[in-house]
């Protein structure tokens, strides 16, 4: 669906983005990581049409996307952007409407198939009961999934998230990811998300890019991609990769030496592996 080859781009003739190499499926969702200024930010400007490149190649379904017109891009690529800020005085369902945009005909209308698709949108994003509420009033849980309605609404095939559980509590992080991994099964889209959080990447992500420096360091499962060397040599963090007694999927722990809290969580966790509960550790 989505190819990425031997691109390069940055600004104002300083490189940020050197040799990427990538791809995204339908029905797939991708966690990009690295640390802060590595360039994964760039790449979603990138991927979306918004950033010129200036060497390689991007394709979605074959077609080089310098050749695809900012309408038609609009219809392809949804983003949901960090931090997206939502008009003031305007209803969850008129900002989630704004997602329509894209189909319309100068000076045109939206017709009832608009509104199906919106209402469609809003219900499977989990805030169709939200749909006469001013934004303004909204949580930030709330709000993200207006954002995220607002993007299904365009009908796209590629779906970029700039970190999209930035400033929410686990239970709406986990929400949020869940919804997003739901979506790429059942409307077979492809999904291109930026996480911080390495735990949570693994737990939801078919597979994981790992950038360091503007450049492409490893991209597979998550249990290829989350070593500690790898880590370690891209954070400049030591940390302990563990897994998770019921998924297997990696845990990534800080190495804070011998930290008395540290050790427990640890212990902890090699616990919960073993199949031992903490009480029954307590009645040895």
């Not at 003739?13 to 690295?34: F, Q």
């Not at 607002?150 to 999209?164: C, G, I, K, N, V």
């Not at 070593?227 to 963090?237: C, F, H, K, N």
């Amino acid at each position: 669906m989505l190819t990425v080859r031997d691109l390069q781009a940055g600004y104002d003739g300083r490189l940020v983005l050197r040799g990427i190499d990538l791809d995204a499926e339908r029905g797939e969702l991708l966690a990009v990581i690295g640390p802060n200024g590595c360039g994964k930010t760039t790449l979603l400007r990138v991927l979306s049409g918004v950033l010129p490149f200036e060497r390689g190649k991007v394709t979605i379904d074959g077609v080089d996307v310098r050749g695809i017109r900012p309408a038609a891009m609009a219809r392809r690529v949804a983003v949901v952007a960090q931090g997206a800020g939502l008009p003031e005085r305007f209803s969850a369902f008129d900002v989630t409407l704004m997602g329509r945009t894209p189909h319309l005909g100068l000076l045109q209308s939206e017709g009832k198939h608009d509104i199906d698709v919106v209402r469609e949108a809003m219900q499977r994003a989990d805030c169709w009961h939200l749909r006469s509420r001013p934004v303004e009033e909204l949580s930030g849980g709330e709000r993200q999934r207006v954002v995220i309605a607002r993007a299904l609404a365009q009908e796209p095939d590629l779906l970029l998230l700039d970190e999209p559980t930035s400033h929410l509590d686990i239970q709406h992080q986990v929400d949020t990811f869940r919804l997003t991994l739901d979506l790429c099964r059942e409307h077979r889209l492809a999904a291109v998300a930026v996480v911080h959080d390495l735990t949570l990447a693994a737990m939801f992500a078919d597979r994981i890019a790992l950038m360091a420096d503007g450049a492409m360091v490893a991209c597979g499962a998550p249990g290829d991609v989350l070593v500690p060397d790898s880590i370690e040599r891209v954070y400049g963090l030591a940390v302990r990769v563990l897994e998770h007694p019921a998924t297997g999927r990696p845990i990534v722990v800080p190495d804070a030496g011998p930290h008395p809290a540290a050790g427990h969580l640890l212990q902890g966790v090699e616990n919960a592996r073993s199949g031992e509960s903490i009480a029954e550790r307590s009645n040895r």
